[in-house]
């Protein structure tokens, strides 16, 4: 079967905002006296949506936050990563034209932790959502990375729009951490790992690594699902 659709992580492969979540994270918890290394939030806890996150950092700290309280961090978060973000461009370089070649060849989707709002201010400000057949985020499924959840919705979300059945097996997905990949292929996509936030040997259950987005190449894709 030809491919029939390359499916995005958004932070860490996309946009370099996996930094500013750091900041925004450490930022908010310090508030509740809580300390958030660089360190730990890349070893222990990037593949967390922020709702989860919060929860395992505090459960780490011998915390229990209801709710709604971590509702509440989580509405504090996203406000402090939209003035991280602001008049600042934090796509990776080529992320642009990969997107636009990608998006020229078959249908694209994202499949995210981030928030939905998250992503689409960044695709509206770079004139980049309209390529974008389906965008899920953290807040449109039940579970998050590393469950398979955000790329079946991805993989339903685009059958609808393309009035067409698609098999997980036939698209691909870019993911750059290994929680991602899980899920990916939890959900039964091809994978390809994307070495911006660890190095190579960290994705090594990718069906293949490329060092950077920028160097994304359909061609590649398709035979990695029809061979």
């Not at 946009?15 to 730990?40: I, K, Q, W």
């Not at 899920?136 to 919705?153: F, R």
Request: glycine share 6%; proline share 4%; net charge negative.
């Amino acid at each position: 079967m030809p491919l029939s659709a390359i499916i995005f992580d958004f932070d860490g492969v996309i946009a370099n905002s996996e930094p500013l979540h750091f900041l925004a994270f450490r930022d908010e918890l310090a508030t509740h006296g809580v300390a958030l290394s660089e360190s730990a939030y890349y070893q222990d806890y990037l593949g967390f949506d922020d709702a989860g996150a919060f929860r395992a950092i505090g459960a780490a700290s011998g915390i229990a936050w209801n709710d709604a309280h971590v509702a509440e961090m989580v509405s504090r978060k996203a406000e402090r990563m939209e003035v991280l973000e602001r008049d600042v461009s934090v796509l990776f370089p080529g992320a642009a034209d990969a997107i636009r070649r990608a998006a020229d060849a078959v249908p694209i989707a994202i499949a995210s932790g981030a928030l939905t709002a998250e992503i689409r201010r960044t695709l509206d400000r770079e004139r980049l959502a309209h390529l974008f057949a389906a965008i899920v985020g953290a807040d449109q499924t039940a579970a998050s990375k590393p469950a398979p959840d955000p790329y079946l919705h991805a993989v339903a979300l685009l059958s609808s729009t393309l009035h067409s059945a698609l098999r997980a097996c036939d698209c691909v997905a870019l993911e750059d951490s290994h929680w991602g990949l899980e899920s990916a292929r939890l959900a039964g996509l091809r994978t390809v790992g994307v070495a911006h936030t660890y190095p190579a040997e960290r994705l090594e259950t990718a069906d293949f690594v490329i060092p950077t987005i920028d160097r994304l190449d359909v061609e590649q894709l398709r035979h990695l699902v029809t061979r």
